[in-house]
């Protein structure tokens, strides 16, 4: 396929992803139902065994940062969707997407359309995320994913239950994301705007991230550490990118969702999660 197809298709899939995510509720940007008492997660210490960050060796010079996630419950959507999720197990989460020295570092090429050592890889497949992650668990003898949907939502939350990380005003987006009204129509470096208040950077905006799950129909009533449907034809996205203007797409509660496993776009990377011992 050449690139021209490969973009046009990308614009065909990512207007369909659009229309998904509008479809979907994220066309708005008001306030998101109360969550019931007790959602935000507990303030278990880390301990030697489990450090608040975890720094992974990726060679040649080249690392990549986490942060421990501890166990919590949270309130998902907007108020179609509304239901509570509870995170029963601790994992870390990357504090930023993966960039392309760390892809190139345990990957080999860059095939990223909007080259940039620290920008975020872009241009891989779900199929790619999940062997970036194969390769980088046994580099680095951790158990190295993608994190679920769920995963992804409660740590984009960060304890917050409101629109966004930062709260229910799209005026503040530009503070914490690179989007279509910002992003001068590309990418950006990671790390670059406000974290949010667990230190993840870019969780809105800048790239969209591929997560564990298929996409499909939420469980229905409250659920624990939920993966998604058994199978699928398309993998979750979330979380917004660069290209998009609009203020729906970057809600913490917006599903992306579109093109197969082996889908490529210059919108689209992920970031990793590990799970605990
Ligand atoms: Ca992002």
């Known amino acids: 396929m050449t690139t021209r197809t490969q973009r046009a298709w990308g614009l065909i899939v990512w207007a369909a992803l659009a229309f998904l995510c509008a479809a ?6 008001g306030s998101e139902p109360a969550a019931p008492a007790g959602a935000r997660p507990a ?16 060679g040649g010079g080249v690392t990549m940062e986490l942060v421990l996630i501890r166990p919590g419950k949270f309130t998902t959507g907007a108020g179609e969707y509304g239901r509570e999720v509870t995170i029963s197990k601790p994992f870390y989460m990357g504090v930023t997407e993966v960039t392309q020295a760390q892809y190139q570092a345990i990957m080999g090429p860059n095939p990223s359309e909007f080259k940039g050592a620290t920008n975020p890889v872009e241009m891989v497949s779900w199929n790619d995320a999940a062997e970036f992650c194969k390769k980088l668990s046994e580099k680095t003898r951790q158990p190295v994913r993608l994190p679920t949907e769920a995963e992804w939502e409660y ?3 960060a304890g917050t239950r409101t629109a966004y990380s930062f709260g229910d005003d799209a005026s503040a987006l530009g503070e914490y994301a690179w989007h279509g009204g910002n992003s001068e129509g590309k990418p950006h470096p990671v790390g670059q705007k406000k974290p949010n208040a667990w230190g993840l950077y870019d969780m809105h905006g800048n790239v969209w991230e591929w ?9 229905k ?3 624990t550490d939920p993966s998604g ?12 990118s660069w290209y998009r203007g609009g203020s729906g797409a970057f809600r913490c509660a917006c599903r992306g969702g579109y093109g197969g496993p082996a889908h490529r776009g210059d919108r689209g ?5 590990i799970t605990l011992p």
Request: a positive charge; glycine letters at 18%.
């Open 221 to 223: 009533g409250p659920a």
């Open 229 to 240: 449907p058994a199978s699928g034809g398309a993998r979750v996205l979330r979380g917004g």
């Open 24 to 29: 979907a509720g994220c066309s708005g940007s």
């Open 269 to 273: 990377g992920f970031r990793c999660a």
């Open 211 to 219: 997560c564990a799950d298929w996409y499909g129909g939420y469980p």
């Open 43 to 58: 303030p278990a210490a880390p301990t030697a065994a489990t450090p608040a960050e975890l720094t992974l060796d990726l």
């Open 155 to 157: 740590a984009c939350r």
